[in-house]
């Protein structure tokens, strides 16, 4: 049995009407009052009990218990008075420790017997008191341990931060009975809401206040307060300001508690919880949410490393897929293409805008972009915008707000509706090329460092890749037009042997031509030849003069074209082109109509080059139209460029897109009676005048030649009087 210590004022009276027998029935009446007492309620509501059994068998006023396990003493009737007995004991409690109970009555004072009987009383109740801690303290152990081991096995296999923080939350909410638990996770300097738990069912995160989704570790709530001093937080619903209540009040929340969840030195996040408790967190409850925190902490600490580790993973591996496909597909239109769709993907941003610099380098001007859109984006270089700074100062630019921040292109912050912006530099060989800029349109955002380290990494594989695709375009425009002089070339010495040859021929057919014609002439006045023989002679002079007229064209066709150039009127030229396109074709039932459009000034040019060339394609036109119709001969100029345009449109059946390369080439014809030489005369004055010619079809279905010719207005001194 415990010994107690006792004390007694005054001192104690034996009384000499009890006997043993009395005695004995007394303490076994009062022991079993004690032990009747049920041991469920809490340790503090039970030791009260306790006490006020120990007071209604001791028959005193005032009894007190104090315990090392409380701060305050249990109190059991009022105090007796001045002058009333008391008596004092203690009893060894916990390690190291003693409950104290003292006992007042006014009379009679203190026996021995009561002094015995409160000894075995209070020995009965120590021994109670500390089962009921130990049992208290192997259920605490026990909730703990399966609160943990559920944690443990909820983690197990389970390597997504969100995920993972969702079962923790839900074993977190069984075990404590809470209304709510948030699991908030460090980023930068940042918590980030990963699981949201309610007793009525799945919160989503997304349906949570945008303040409690991210905020600052220097905001005032208690998550931020319990991260940044690295502490337990509580807090009391009734005392917080009155918008805050207006919001937990009607849940029926009163306590609220943010656990710090650190893994050895690394703060990972916060962990809170909501109850409708009247009383506050107990040091257990508080003992077993830490160590609840502790464990999921180091849980989230090695699932977010294995998501980093799988995200670097995947970049290295898009990185890798970008940098073959650019290999692929070296084209500049294929490279820009490329890079904003993987940085899109990369950023998870909705849009991505590649920015290089313009010729005159003056402006930043959109190259590609991962949506399409209308607002032409151009930013000049002196003027301020996110993409722009990073191009000068060669580093990442981050505007976390774009609405608030003078950085900031306005127009393209009201075009696309920016919240923020990434810009990173495009660099080559040291010199800037452009920009790319990570537009979030959905939420503002703050980009990580590893984010940021990614779009670097992306721009850098980018920037090389669109110096050499430029490259690769210069080099291709270059072996282009290198094609281009050669086939000139070849064209040009082909004409040349073909006019020399052309001029060698039609020199020795003119001559007997010359003499066919003669010999007609004189056979007509020497004879008066037969009908049958006259028709005989018509058709030798009919077939001669075709080929005096194919001579004539050879001729036009090999003689060379030395420019002429003199003040003339445009609208001059067209009108005599027209009449002599007239006099060239007197029978044909096609109309020809006339649009000038030209200013009267005088311009220099070969008039007499343009003329024929005019003249050429209007006869072409009225020989494709056997049967009548109407050709447009329709003259402008353009003061902008200083070039003279010439459309001449039939109405004809026009010309087979297969013909339309074969066209202006020498001796080809789709004509019966045709040399193949007008169409091709007509290129040869284009190229003289430094002009061009091309073929179309009409909107009425015939074709619709082309001619443009550059001017130049001719001087005062110059100009005909």
Known sequence: MLRAAMTRVPPLRVSSTAGGATRGHRLLSAVRAVRAVPSDPPADHFAQRMLEVVRSQVAVEHATLGLPTSAEELVAGTPAGEGAARLELAWPF?????????????????????????????????????????????????????????????????????????????????????VQVAVHVLVEDELVLVAHRQDSGDAFVENAPPDFRRMSLSSLKIQARAA????????????LPECARRVLEPQGLRHLMAVPMVFGERLVGTLSVAHRMESPWSAEELLLLESAAAQIAMALAHARLFEEERSRAEDFATINELGSLIAQHPALSSVLATAVDYLAQIAEVPRVHLLLVDEARTALCLAASNVSTDFVLRLPLDEPSAAVEAFHSLRPTFIEDASTDRRANKEAVTAYGTRSILSIPLV?????????????????RKFTQFEMDRAVAVANLVSPAI?????????????????????????????????????????????????????????????????????????????????????????DFAKPYALNPRPEQLGLLVRAAVEAARRAAPDAPARIVTELRCPPVEVIL???????????????AVQAMPKG???????????????????????????????????????????????GLGLA?????????????????????????????PLSEAPPSEKRV
């Not at 923790?168 to 075990?175: D, G, I, K």
């Not at 100029?637 to 297969?658: F, H, K």
């Not at 390369?661 to 045709?674: D, H, N």
């Open 467 to 555: 110096a050499n695709a430029k490259m690769f375009e210069d080099l291709r425009r270059s072996y282009e037009a290198l094609a281009r002089t050669q086939a000139e070339l070849v064209t040009h010495e082909r004409l040349a042997a073909l006019g020399e040859l052309s001029a060698v021929m039609a020199h020795e057919v003119r001559n007997p031509v010359a003499i066919i014609f003669n010999s007609l002439g004189t056979l007509r006045r020497l004879i008066k030849p037969a009908p049958e023989a006259t028709l005989l002679l018509d058709i030798v002079g009919q077939e001669a003069e075709r080929l005096n007229r194919i001579v004539g064209d050879l001729l």
């Open 606 to 620: 070969d008039g007499a080059m343009l003329q024929q060339a005019l003249i050429n394609l209007i006869v072409n």
């Open 94 to 178: 916990g390690s190291g420790g003693a409950a104290k109970m003292k006992l007042e009555r006014r009379a009679p004072v203190f026996t021995d017997d009561d002094a015995a009987l409160v000894e075995v009383l209070g020995g009965e109740l120590v021994l109670r008191l500390e089962k009921q801690r130990a049992e208290s303290e192997a259920a605490r152990r026990s909730r703990q341990l399966d609160l943990l081991y559920a944690l443990t096995r909820g983690g197990i296999g389970v390597l997504r931060v969100s995920e993972l923080g969702a079962n923790a939350a839900r074993e977190v909410l069984e075990a404590f009975s809470a």
């Open 629 to 675: 119709g109407t050709v447009t001969v329709h003259a402008s100029c353009d003061p902008t460029s200083s070039m003279l345009r010439c459309e001449v449109t039939d109405e004809g059946t026009g010309i087979e897109p297969a013909d339309e390369m074969r066209i202006f080439q020498p001796f080809f014809t789709t004509k019966a009676t045709g040399t």
């Open 228 to 239: 940044a001093e690295r502490r337990s937080v509580g807090q009391v619903v009734s005392k």
């Open 681 to 709: 005369v007509v290129r040869r004055i284009a190229d003289a005048l430094h002009g061009a010619v091309e073929v179309g079809r009409a909107p009425t279905g015939g074709a619709v030649f082309t001619l443009t010719v």
């Open 428 to 444: 080559s060989r040291g010199d800037p090329i452009g920009a790319i800029s990570l537009v979030e349109s959905r939420r503002g």
